[in-house]
């Protein structure tokens, strides 16, 4: 059973910065790109970063680009998302998901989130 728990949000001010984490387990890690996506309230699922299966290639939205930074380490099973430069916009409620397919970057599978980490900017 897939199973994803993100953790590390909270409350900062502008121009601030968080890491979040996500656990990974009950299928094989390694072999799915990952995504971190996000949920303003309101507003549908917006993805804004994933990363290849081994780590190496990594794609940004536009919005989030040059602030935040995705990485895995498969040894743990961890994907994490570090966010430098927050503004209020990005308040959401923050998911981890896998891919639909291993091997390759097609979507994000939305059913295999978690229960999310609120992420609130404000000062």
């Known amino acids: 059973q897939v199973q994803l728990v993100e953790s590390g949000g909270g409350l900062v001010q502008p121009g601030g910065s968080l890491r979040l984490s996500c656990a990974a387990s009950?299928?094989?890690?390694?072999?799915?790109?990952m995504y971190w996506v996000r949920q303003i309230p309101g507003n549908g699922l917006e993805w804004i970063a994933v990363?290849?299966?081994?780590?190496?290639?990594?794609y940004y939205a536009e919005s989030v680009k040059d602030r935040f930074t995705i990485s895995r380490d498969n040894a743990k099973n961890m994907v994490y998302l570090q966010m430098n430069s927050l503004k209020v916009e990005d308040t959401a409620v923050y998911y981890c998901?896998?891919?639909?397919?291993?091997?390759?970057?097609?979507?994000?599978?939305?059913?295999?989130r978690g229960q999310g980490t609120q992420v609130t900017v404000s000062s």
């Open positions: 009950g299928f094989r890690f390694s072999s799915y790109w």
């Open positions: 998901a896998r891919d639909r397919k291993p091997g390759t970057w097609s979507e994000f599978d939305s059913e295999s």
């Open positions: 990363i290849e299966w081994d780590g190496i290639n990594r």
